[in-house]
């Protein structure tokens, strides 16, 4: 179902960070969200997973207002994976997957045959089968962002928003992890992350969300919106194509 933002406003400590935005974002696709520091990302991501009330307008899902759902019914449909995510408790791998579950189970039930097959899946899905049995501080970085996006995967969510997934990751568990989202969206669902770097949200991104200050200034395909004329206004630097290739390099700043 489609994720859309109806002119959407949000205020943070009585200021606007986010002003009309208007999007519709489609199953089946993953959608980077970019822009310079302060531009409104992540307060974007929280207000389309439903975690922050706008201050005007509204995000659908399905037609339905996502503010409207229940806290557990809208982790059903909304997996929200946030920047520097941390487990509080040094449990197994599998523990920490089988907390996406929590949204299906009442409280002190045992863990269901739908939920066992769900949290196989995940760990399936990130390679991290591996890992099940290891505590969350024995593993290195790269197999801690697998196992937490194995957590937000086994709870079967229509929509994964993720913030910042690549940060502090080395470029190979970078390119791992852009390519098990782009396996997600693939399986029909709807991928929205937040990146900073244009090289990999070209890479991995089917459309893009341009923001600069609190406003949207381009979406679209990938291609349409990491124009050097777009990258120039919102990022003030000028970009270079290199030769043979889509791959656009910064070649010095703009002066504003």
Request: cysteine-free; overall charge positive; aromatic content about 2%.
């Amino acid at each position: 179902m489609d994720l859309i933002a109806h002119d959407l406003a949000v205020a943070l400590g009585g200021r606007r960070v986010l002003e009309g935005v208007a999007t519709t974002l489609r199953p089946g696709r993953v959608t980077a969200i970019l822009g310079p520091n302060g531009a409104g990302k992540s307060s974007l991501l929280r207000a389309l997973a439903g975690l922050i009330a706008p201050a005007a307008g509204q995000v659908t899902i399905g037609g339905g207002d996502v503010r409207a759902l229940s806290d557990r019914d809208r982790a059903r449909r909304i997996g929200y994976l946030p920047q520097a995510a941390a487990v509080h408790w040094n449990i197994t791998a599998q523990e920490v997957v089988a907390l996406g579950r929590v949204p299906y189970r009442t409280p002190f039930a045992a863990p269901s045959a739908q939920d066992r097959a769900a949290i196989a899946a995940a760990l399936a899905a990130t390679d991290t089968g591996a890992l099940a049995g290891r505590r969350i501080s024995e593993l290195s970085g790269g197999e801690r962002a697998r196992v937490l996006l194995a957590r937000v995967l086994a709870g079967e969510p229509e929509w994964l928003l993720a913030d910042e997934p690549l940060a502090s990751l080395d470029p190979a568990h970078q390119i791992d992890i852009l390519d098990r989202l782009r396996d997600v969206a693939r399986q029909g669902r709807g991928v929205l992350l937040v990146l900073h770097d244009l090289a990999q949200a070209a890479r991995a991104a089917d459309d893009v969300l341009l923001l600069k200050q609190g406003k949207l200034v381009a979406a679209g395909p990938t291609a349409a919106v990491l124009t050097p004329d777009h990258i120039a206004d919102v990022f003030d630097v000028h970009v270079a194509l290199l030769p043979g290739s889509a791959m656009m390099i910064p070649v010095g700043r703009i002066a504003r």
